[in-house]
């Protein structure tokens, strides 16, 4: 069946522009996860959808990024006026039940800020 | 807070060789703890995964054992093959959503 995607898989922006990134989770997932993963580290959270309520967004690293799942399926995780130091790729897992525990990860979008 | 350790790579074997990677942890309550593989191009996946002190998860031949004395979740493989070539995650996931991961290990293994 098929898995997560994310959309696009590469994206160049120039610094200062937006950026919208977008995650279609596997159908029927409850539980929608995004994490930023820097060149050579491990991802880091970055915010938690339990259908379309947001639970956790605790990761997001400034109000720059915003993320919304308006009808609990589809995700996009949004970065405004964006800076080098957001150069990185952003992954997006789902999960059916309510914990992360078993999650599925897309391909991940490479963002690269100009 | 949460977090995860693992050796640093990269780490080249040899086929057949035995394999571990290793992972601690520091964790506030009683996490669960996983092992991720990214094979080259792809996303990450799960290899296996221990949720309780002294459990083992195991699977493709990777074993590791939850042992909290140590705070630690070792990767063993006995045999590892070319197509075990991946980068390998240790993380920990001490609530509901809350993943931790660890920076990774590049494996490399030559026929």
């Known amino acids: 069946g098929a898995g997560v995607s994310q959309s696009p898989r590469y994206k160049v922006a120039k610094r200062g522009q937006d950026v919208a990134l977008r995650c279609d989770p596997i159908s029927g997932h409850v539980s929608l996860f995004w994490y930023q993963q820097a060149l050579g580290q491990g991802p880091e959270f970055l915010t938690y959808f339990q259908n379309e309520a947001q639970l956790d967004k605790s990761g997001l690293p400034s109000d720059r990024f915003f993320a919304e799942r308006p009808e609990g399926s589809v995700s996009t995780l949004k970065i405004q006026r964006t800076q080098q130091e957001d150069s990185a790729v952003y992954l997006c897992?789902?999960?059916?039940?309510?914990?992360?525990?078993?999650?599925?990860f897309g391909p991940g979008t490479r963002l690269t800020v100009l | 807070g949460d977090s995860v350790t693992q050796m640093e790579g990269p780490v080249t074997l040899s086929e057949e060789a035995f394999l571990t990677i290793n992972c601690t942890y520091t964790a506030t309550g009683y996490p669960s703890l996983f092992w991720y593989v990214q094979y080259p191009g792809e996303g990450l996946q799960l290899l296996l995964k221990?949720?309780?002190?002294?459990d083992k998860g195991s699977n493709k031949g990777f074993e590791a054992t939850y042992r909290k004395e140590t705070t630690s979740f070792h990767l063993e493989k006995g045999s590892v093959q070319v197509s075990d070539s991946a980068v390998y995650f240790c993380?920990?996931?001490?609530?509901?959503?809350?993943?931790?991961f660890g920076t990774g290990t590049s494996l490399t293994v030559i026929p």
């Open positions: 221990a949720t309780k002190a002294d």
């Open positions: 993380a920990l996931s001490d609530r509901i959503a809350q993943f931790y």
């Open positions: 897992a789902s999960s059916l039940g309510y914990s992360a525990d078993t999650q599925y």
